[in-house]
């Protein structure tokens, strides 16, 4: 059983829109973390968000944790072709240094 | 400032030989891990040491061994290599263990036919 749903799992989309791109589950967690993985390299932390209803904001990016710490989402204004890779969410499944991540989504923005 | 350095980069074996991937970390970070990409599944973690000198299963550890060498580096063994094993692998390591962000190595593309 797959812990983490992310959403879309793929997204192609033109220079200068805007996404958002989902994280959900049926558990509650203590944090979340993002990470961007671009092609032929390992995922790299962009944030990590921890309390309840908390937004971040990155430059062009905001992520925000649900009230209730179930789901978080990221928004991209404007996207930009160097925004494209897969955007990963992950949480610690027990204190046990044990991170687990979703499956990803995957995003294409076209110049 | 290196951070995470695995080799090889690439590697192709033939059903039933052994390799050794290798993971090195300049960071003095406490923990390490293995985790495992494939298309679909996301990422998988097959071991984990959370300190030198102790090693743990993570989620898919079938057919892998690893050993924690020292603090710097941790390495993942394919005793006999099976085609579903191919994927790309990425070793990685963290400050501390929990809710610690994960600083990944770029990955080894392994191909086993």
């Known amino acids: 059983t797959q812990l983490l749903e992310q959403s879309p799992q793929f997204l192609s989309i033109q220079e200068g829109e805007n996404l958002t791109v989902y994280c959900n589950s049926s558990?509650?967690?203590?944090?979340l973390q993002w990470y961007r993985q671009e092609p032929g390299e390992g995922p790299v932390l962009l944030v990590t968000v921890v309390t309840g209803g908390e937004v971040k904001k990155l430059k062009r990016l905001t992520f925000q944790f649900g009230d209730a710490r179930k789901d978080s989402s990221l928004h991209i204004t404007a996207a930009q072709p160097g925004d494209t890779g897969l955007y990963l969410c992950a949480y610690d499944r027990t204190s046990g240094s044990r991170l687990t991540f979703g499956e990803g989504t995957q995003l294409t923005v076209n110049p | 400032n290196a951070g995470v350095t695995q080799t090889p980069k690439f590697q192709v074996l033939k059903t039933g030989q052994s390799m050794t991937l290798q993971c090195a970390q300049d960071?003095?970070?406490?923990?390490m891990y293995w985790y495992r990409q494939d298309p679909g599944m996301g990422l998988r973690l097959i071991y984990y040491?959370?300190?030198?000198?102790?090693?743990d299963k993570g989620e898919v550890p079938n057919g892998y061994n690893v050993s924690r060498l020292n603090k710097r580096e941790f390495s993942l063994r394919l005793e006999s290599a099976a085609p579903s094993q191919t994927s790309v692998y990425f070793c990685?390591?963290?400050?501390?263990?929990?809710?610690?962000?994960?600083?990944f190595g770029n990955g080894t593309r392994l191909t086993v036919t």
């Open positions: 558990s509650v967690f203590s944090s």
């Open positions: 990685a390591s963290s400050v501390r263990g929990y809710n610690s962000p994960l600083h």
């Open positions: 040491s959370a300190s030198e000198g102790t090693t």
């Open positions: 960071m003095n970070h406490n923990s």
